[in-house]
């Protein structure tokens, strides 16, 4: 990877995304094994000791796949939620992986399936549930 900014993540975040990671099938392991890699460069912390620009799960993120030069909004979301949250990318999504513990302003190279690579930028976050006081959600 070129360019991988450091993470911060939230503790309990990392838990859940750990059990995900360790449940993964065949189908989803390229991501799993992105996410893990991630986990384990990562900053781990209290939910509490959240900066209010960094993405958490359930963050609503504005972010640029600037290799699509394309825009979007979308909530970061547990697999189980896609359902119910109309914006909602999985975290065990390619693109969706690369948002976790990334600041407003980072950039950061991300693999996708089949070996090519997204270079993602945040430019928002439009709500964050740490910074709403929603610490176990």
Known sequence: MSSRPPIIINRLDAERLQRLIDQAGDKDRFVADCLEEELERGEVIDPEDIPEDVVSMNSQVQF??????????????????????????????????????????????????????????????????EREGQFHR
Do not use: C, F, N
């Not at 992986?97 to 439009?126: E, F, H, N």
């Open 64 to 129: 640029t796949d600037l290799t699509r030069d394309r825009q979007m909004i979308r909530t970061l979301v547990y697999p189980h939620s896609l359902e119910t949250v109309e914006d909602g990318i999985s975290v065990m999504a390619p693109i969706g992986a690369g948002l976790i513990g990334l600041r407003i302003g980072d950039v950061i190279d991300w693999p996708l399936p089949g070996g090519t690579q997204a270079r993602l930028r945040i430019d928002a976050i439009l709500w964050q549930p």
